[in-house]
């Protein structure tokens, strides 16, 4: 059974920077998508960041430019570096992940491509 377990979360002043980790287990890594998503109180879940096993990764265009998803397979972690952090960027960060097979596709880039989720680490930039 898949598990993932994500650290990392807190508090910090906007223009700051946090270092999102996920630890992954059950399963052989290679082979799978993962990605970071985040949910905002009252608004809906929404990708932040994903990567292939061939390192390939997109982002969403909120954090472009400021946050840098990594990946690695002999650690089975997958990272997320969050730099120049926003108000907006406040909300719950997940992890996830799914089997894609290990080819060059891009991962997919909407939270219902994805079968296994972490339980979620707070993320809260203050002004």
């Known amino acids: 059974q898949v598990q993932l377990v994500e650290s990392g979360g807190g508090s910090v002043q906007a223009g700051g920077s946090l270092r999102l980790s996920c630890a992954v287990s059950?399963?052989?890594?290679?082979?799978?998508?993962m990605g970071w998503f985040r949910q905002a109180p009252g608004k809906e879940r929404e990708g932040v960041a994903t990567i292939n096993s061939r390192d390939s990764a997109q982002y969403g265009n909120s954090v472009k430019g400021r946050f840098t998803i990594s990946r690695d397979d002999a650690k089975n972690m997958v990272a997320l570096q969050m730099n120049s952090l926003k108000p907006e960027d406040t909300g719950m960060y997940y992890c996830a992940a799914y089997f894609s097979g290990g080819g060059p596709r891009l991962c997919g880039a909407w939270s219902y491509d994805y079968k296994s989720w972490g339980q979620g680490t707070q993320v809260t930039v203050s002004s």
């Open positions: 059950g399963y052989t890594y290679s082979g799978y998508c």
